[in-house]
């Protein structure tokens, strides 16, 4: 197979851009396809576990339909399109050795992987793909036998194990059956009432006949189950109603984790798609409100051996019934209603030994714990208590696993904690429970990898700067990390299989990202840019990279804060407040909100200041930024907009009625909290897919940080717009896509019924037919953002009345 070589044709290159005309920004210039007025920039950049060639996914150009894949070779030339019948014969990304190291074979010189719900074995030292299954039913979680003679793999509600050939050969494994988990009760016949056993007693006494049927009978039954014995067919074991869930088996196979989860349907809400292909209008059906009841999953265990199975009780581990600070307040010390969860276990390579990640579903508690399958005990290994929520970069707060895994030598275990404040790296020695924290600092390490040879991480962190991501390297054992990257911005690493080489995306706050090369010692030349993919067109902009300040806080923090200063300044600010509220935007690198970003271009060359803060809750700033919303969003985060507001004034002398704010759902959420409870501050706002009332939001993200409504009800009054609707003074529009599952179209009607119930004029509802939370259609995006200029101009510009007035 050969590659298709479309290299350079493809490329968007830099020559020529000083010869185009500045453009003039305007919104119907900025939202089309970016593909092909920004220029699509590559994504994701991964090695096989050949490491001759990196690829990625790209789009030059606008060129393809769709982003194609392209690979490169790191040592030097252009990028070339990979055909589409190669692509579907490479082999999988490599993600490290020591990562998925059950995914290899001992040797390491195979592995299996799956592909579209089938089974495939790759042959490293031969590039040699072969196919294992070929089914209707998916095939997932294979990994090898510690003597990597067969695949263990999950189908359906069971475990197999599929021989392999000794030689070098296709495989033509027998598949055998590991686990026969049922749902359901096992079947029994019905127990006789008195009389018909009197009379069934009697037949087998008085009867020869009967007698050696009965006999026969129970004779044939003893003899399948010795067939089935010897045969290796595994002992049936029936679960109830419960869903099963994370099927494991040990490296040994003797033992068998699960989990349970209750069965029948969890509570929903209902919306409609008016905009059809039919014609029709069409239900959807989504997401519950948070406050609908939840039930933990349990986690179980069956050993094999000895044909039994028991729940591992997690109510046992220290703290689990000690009840949240908002509880202990109104005299209530523990909660007994408190349920936890486990996710797991994972196991040493070589079976020895099983950590599980036990967490409360409010999510104050996290568990790492040793188990031990053979009685189900678990002995705790770290402990982390949090009053708000427990969260941070490589640590879930959605239900999921956080990252973790197996050091080389198979017992020690590898976590990230936030215990002193920021998202640090930490090792247990899980046979003596030991625990080591290898990095600190009022910084976070935000990804983590381990080469392939054991002896280093190759870490992301925000060590030079919180506004930037670099990559260093560090020994195993922790010590001195080695700064790898140097220029400002963020760089996303993948390092190559044989721990020379790293594939990286890197981006500044005014350059998307594109494909670099270096080696992954720093004593290197610096890194090799593959791709170039920029629009001569839009080259010819003079991007700002925005400045970063920190806004003065009423509390004496320093609120970090990108700052797009006009050459000609109007008189007037506009306020961008990101969504997510976890989430970081001020930054020196490329921004996800990238529209917003030539917006805010477009705003200041109009003489607007634009200020885009890391409000309180966002993330990069450690434990104690992100929970300063707890139990109260719309408190210390609005705070530090109407701080913001306040030095807008002292710096540039705006007045607070020349401040507009605007921002889509949590900023949308921020800026109907502005409007409602501070409008002294602010002039106007433009509130975009915005929650309104908490109560009507998801569970997974509200209850961490606002507790349940029946629990903790005076959160929820404190933090829902729709209870201050009556503050509301100045210019509001809003604007929602109607098939919105996330935050869903009926929030903003309710906000809206609430507007007119309280006599409120001076506000609109624009309405996007087609769309989901984050829009798609450029002209949905033109219609928003046009919407949104008309009324910042309308309202603080130098043409709007009160300006006038004062003038």
């Known amino acids: 197979m050969r590659r298709l070589l479309l290299a350079a044709v493809f490329l968007v290159c830099a020559s020529g851009a000083s010869a185009q005309e500045r453009p003039t920004l305007t919104i119907d210039l900025i939202t089309q396809d970016p593909a092909t007025w920004i220029g699509d920039w590559p994504e994701a950049p991964y090695w096989t576990d050949r490491g001759d060639r990196l690829y990625f996914t790209w789009n030059p150009a606008g060129r393809f339909p769709g982003d194609s894949l392209f690979s490169a070779d790191p040592s030097g030339g252009d990028p070339v399109l990979v055909s589409a019948p190669e692509a579907r014969e490479l082999p999988p990304a490599y993600g490290g050795l020591w990562r998925d190291r059950l995914a290899y074979s001992p040797s390491a010189t195979e592995r299996v992987f799956e592909r579209g719900g089938d089974l495939w074995r790759y ?25 990597g003679r067969s695949i263990v793999y999950r189908e359906g509600d069971a475990l197999y194990a599929m021989d392999l050939d000794s030689g070098s050969g296709a495989s033509s494994g027998v598949v055998r059956q590991l686990t026969d988990l049922r749902r359901g009760n096992e079947p029994k016949d019905k127990a006789p009432s008195d009389q018909d056993a009197y009379l069934r007693s009697q037949q087998t006494r008085l009867l020869d006949v009967i007698r050696r049927g009965v006999e026969q009978d129970s004779l044939r039954q003893a003899a399948r189950e010795r067939e089935d014995r010897a045969r290796g067919l595994p002992p049936t074991h029936y679960v109830g109603d419960g869903r099963i869930g994370d099927l494991r088996i040990d490296p040994t196979e003797r033992y068998v984790t699960f989990t349970l989860s209750p069965s029948g349907s969890n509570p929903t809400t209902r919306m409609v798609d008016y905009v059809t292909a039919s014609g029709y209008a069409e239900e959807i059906t989504a997401r519950a409100k948070v406050g609908a009841e939840r039930t933990a999953s349990t986690l179980w265990v069956q050993d094999v051996e000895r044909d039994s199975v028991y729940k591992v ?57 040793r188990l031990d399958p053979a009685s189900g005990a678990l002995t705790v290994l770290d402990h982390q208590r949090d009053e708000a929520w427990i969260a941070g970069p490589g640590i879930s707060w959605w239900g999921g696993g956080s990252e973790g895994g197996w050091l080389p030598d198979g017992r020690t275990y590898w976590y990230k904690s936030e215990a002193s404040g920021w998202s640090h790296l930490h090792t247990v020695d899980v046979a003596s429970g030991e625990t080591r924290q290898l990095t600190s600092g009022e910084w976070e390490v935000e990804s983590v990898q381990l080469t392939r040879d054991g002896t280093a991480w190759i870490l992301q962190t925000g060590e030079a700067s919180n506004a930037e991501r670099q990559i260093y390297r560090m020994p195993l054992a922790g010590g001195t990390r080695q700064r790898i990257t140097r220029q400002p911005g963020r760089y996303d690493a993948a390092l190559s299989p044989d721990d020379q080489t790293l594939a990286m995306l890197f981006s500044t706050a005014n350059q998307p990202p594109e494909v670099m090369v270096r080696s992954a010692f720093p004593a290197s030349p610096e890194a090799r840019t593959v791709t170039d993919s920029p ?103 609005l705070q530090d907009y109407v701080d913001a507001s306040r030095w807008v004034g002292s710096e540039f002398g705006i007045e607070p009625e020349r401040v507009a704010i605007y921002g889509g759902s949590y900023g949308g959420f921020l800026t109907l909290m502005a409007l409602f409870t501070e409008p002294e501050h602010f002039g106007s706002g433009a509130a975009m897919r915005s929650v309104t009332d908490w109560a009507h939001y998801n569970d997974t993200y509200t209850r961490n940080i606002l507790n349940s409504p029946l629990e903790d009800p005076e959160a929820y009054l404190r933090s829902s717009p729709i209870e201050f609707a009556d503050g509301l003074e100045d210019p509001l529009l809003m604007t929602h896509g109607l098939v919105d599952d996330n935050v869903q179209p009926q929030d903003i009607f309710r906000l809206s019924q609430r507007l007119i119930e309280l006599g409120k004029r001076d506000w609109e509802l624009a309405i996007a037919p087609v769309e989901p939370h984050g829009y798609r259609e450029a002209s949905s995006w033109a219609d928003k953002l046009h919407r949104i200029h008309d009324l910042i101009e309308m309202t603080v510009g130098p043409d709007a009345p009160e300006a006038d007035t004062e003038g």
């Open 535 to 637: 629009s001569n067109a839009w080259r010819a902009y003079p991007w700002r990279a925005a400045e970063i300040v920190e806004i003065p806080a009423s509390d004496g923090a320093g609120v970090p804060a990108r700052i797009y200063r006009p050459e000609n300044p109007n008189g007037a600010a506009v306020f961008f407040v990101h969504g997510a509220g976890y989430l970081q935007n001020a930054h020196n690198w490329w921004s996800g909100y990238y529209r917003e970003y030539q917006f805010h271009n477009m705003l200041a060359d109009e003489g607007y200041v634009v200020l885009d803060l890391d409000y309180r809750a966002s993330a990069g700033y450690g434990r104690d930024w992100r929970t300063a919303v707890y139990r109260h969003m719309g408190g210390r985060d």
């Open 123 to 147: 042959i490293i030292e031969t590039d040699e793909m072969q196919r294992l299954t070929r089914t209707t039913a998916r095939e997932s979680g294979a990994r090898y036998s510690p003597d």
């Open 313 to 369: 009780d997690l109510s046992t581990l220290p703290g689990a019934f000690v009840a949240a600070d908002f509880f202990r307040e109104k005299g209530q010390e523990t909660d007994s209603s408190r349920v936890a969860f486990a996710i797991g276990p994972d196991w040493s390579p070589d079976g020895r030994y099983a950590v599980v990640e036990v967490r409360t579903i409010d999510n104050k508690d996290r568990w790492i714990a």
